[in-house]
Nanobody, 121 residues
Framework: QVQLVESGGGLVQAGGSLRLSCVASGNIAGIAAWGWFRQAPGKERELVAGISRTLGITNYADSVKGRFAISRDNAKSTVSLQMNSLKPEDTGAYYC????WGMGETDYSRWGQGTQVTVSS
């Protein structure tokens, strides 16, 4: 089992930046990829960014390309999401996630408790 704990959410004005962090513990060797999802009120949870644990291959939702950057530190078992040029539509609960196989949106099976990001206009 893998446990994930997020931090770093908050309230920011449009155009601002936030950095989310996630600390993983447990059977990390069995993880193929880390991801960040978000869920806006009334909407389904969506994959924002993913990164493979070993090679560092990344993927991003079109809506965040060029603004968000995902990174991982395998030595510290952490994964981060740097969010720049934030927009009100980026508002939502952000969840750190882990996948045992692949990096597709449906591959993720472990979740953190989430951290709230609110972007004011």
């Amino acid at each position: 089992q893998v446990q994930l704990v997020e931090s770093g959410g908050g309230l920011v004005q449009a155009g601002g930046s936030l950095r989310l962090s996630c600390v993983a513990s447990g059977n990390i060797a069995g993880i193929a990829a880390w991801g960040w999802f978000r869920q806006a009120p009334g909407k389904e949870r969506e994959l924002v960014a993913g990164i493979s644990r070993t090679l560092g291959i990344t993927n991003y939702a079109d809506s965040v390309k060029g603004r968000f950057a995902i990174s991982r530190d395998n030595a510290k078992s952490t994964v981060s999401l740097q969010m720049n040029s934030l927009k009100p539509e980026d508002t939502g609960a952000y969840y750190c996630a882990a996948a045992q196989w692949g990096m597709g949106e449906t591959d993720y099976s472990r979740w953190g408790q989430g951290t709230q990001v609110t972007v004011s206009s």
